[in-house]
């Protein structure tokens, strides 16, 4: 019974280090492309706001540019990296890897597709 106990007990604790692993964060800014990334965490009131839009701004600019999200509640250390003061922020990057523009907040689709749309031209 003891054994019994104990192995449900490891299972508990494996499963839950499955569950809060951070997941892969890509490169950003991707090499040679204009790069939007989009930090904030998938519980965060207006970052959950923000993601119907930023999957309609992924499919539309496809091919175009890079549109990243980074969870910062699973991955803890890219708060820094990007120097973060709150999330949602969202930081566009031109073709050269150039920070260009940085937003706190909830951003609407407009504001980004004018964003990504200069950067492109450029």
């Not at 091919?63 to 910062?72: C, S, T």
Request: aromatic share 8%.
């Amino acid at each position: 019974m003891k054994h019994i106990a104990l192995c449900f007990a490891l299972v508990i604790v494996l499963g839950a280090g499955v569950c809060f692993a951070a997941s892969a964060v890509p490169e950003v800014p991707v090499k040679g492309m204009v790069t939007m990334v989009d930090i904030g965490a998938k519980a965060c009131i207006p970052c959950k706001m923000m993601m119907p839009i930023m999957e309609e701004v992924e499919k539309e600019y496809k091919g175009k540019a890079a549109i990243i999200f980074i969870d910062v509640w699973e991955n803890r250390d890219q708060g820094a990296k990007f120097g973060l003061k709150l999330i949602p922020t969202q930081i566009f990057y031109d073709k050269d890897g150039k920070e260009t523009y940085r937003h706190e907040g909830f951003l609407d689709k407009a504001a980004i597709s004018e964003k990504l749309d200069k950067l492109l031209a450029q």
